[in-house]
Nanobody, 124 residues
Framework: QVQLVESGGGLVQAGGSLRLSCAAS????????MGWYRQAPGKERDLVAR????????TYADSVKGRFTISRDNAKNTVYLQMNSLNPEDTAIYYC?????????????????WGQGTQVTVSS
């Protein structure tokens, strides 16, 4: 099992900033991707930003490019999401996600794990 611990959500006024953190722990694993998704009421859960762990390549949703920055601490298996210039459309529950390779017997299998979510609310 892999556990994801998220922190940093809260209430902020439009134009403000927040920094989210997500730390992964548990049994031995190799990270494939790690990043953030978000889900607003009545909407689908969408990708915000994530790393391809092996080479540090990043992917951002068009709606957050230039405002959000994802970073990582490889030794701590932790990712951060610096969110600047927040607007009410960013209001959502933000979920950390990691895809890992776990060794089982003679096989390596890919598993996806989700954090519990952290609420981000941006007031106008």
């Amino acid at each position: 099992q892999v556990q994801l611990v998220e922190s940093g959500g809260g209430l902020v006024q439009a134009g403000g900033s927040l920094r989210l953190s997500c730390a992964a722990s548990g049994r031995t694993f190799s990270t494939v991707t790690m990043g953030w998704y978000r889900q607003a009421p009545g909407k689908e859960r969408d990708l915000v930003a994530r790393f391809i762990w092996s080479d540090g390549r990043t992917t951002y949703a068009d709606s957050v490019k230039g405002r959000f920055t994802i970073s990582r601490d490889n030794a701590k298996n932790t990712v951060y999401l610096q969110m600047n210039s927040l607007n009410p459309e960013d209001t959502a529950i933000y979920y950390c996600q990691v895809i890992v390779i776990v060794r089982e017997d003679k096989r390596a299998v890919a598993n996806t794990y989700w954090g519990q979510g952290t609420q981000v609310t941006v007031s106008s």
